[in-house]
């Protein structure tokens, strides 16, 4: 811990604690809060906007562009879909077992409405 690395590799990528990091910090009661990188603190983040940003408010203000014009390609955008991909995790608890065909008129087993025998057939 007090190399502050961990075999995930997170913690020393990010500067930060992963979460074997964390367990390891409350297994041994020690505040976890020391191992973060000083780049994270409020103080840090408050000291880049320090600065001010001065604003070119006319356009024609504004240093040409010799560089390439982005496009986005339509092709590769993200179809929308209708219904949310769920992110649980099934296991056999819920498999639905098939059911038998059940006709919606007369409620019996083995046929569907459209083949039923009870259904009133108009003859010309």
Not at 49 to 57: G, K, N, T
Not at 79 to 101: F, G, L, T
Request: one cysteine or more.
């Amino acid at each position: 811990m007090t190399e502050s690395t961990c075999d995930c590799g997170l913690f020393q990528s990010l500067h930060y604690p992963c979460r074997h990091a964390l367990v390891a910090c409350a297994a041994v009661s020690i505040e976890w809060g020391h191992f973060v990188d000083p780049m994270y603190t409020m103080a840090s983040v408050f000291k880049v906007y320090e600065s001010e940003f001065l604003l070119i408010l006319d356009e024609k203000m504004w240093p040409p562009w010799y560089g390439a014009r982005l496009k986005p390609n339509s092709a590769m955008r993200k179809k929308a879909s209708s219904k949310p991909v769920s992110a649980r995790i099934q296991n056999e608890m819920d498999a639905i077992e098939r059911a038998e065909k059940r006709c919606r008129l007369c409620r019996g087993e083995g046929h569907t409405r459209r083949g039923c025998p009870n259904s009133p057939h108009s003859d010309p």
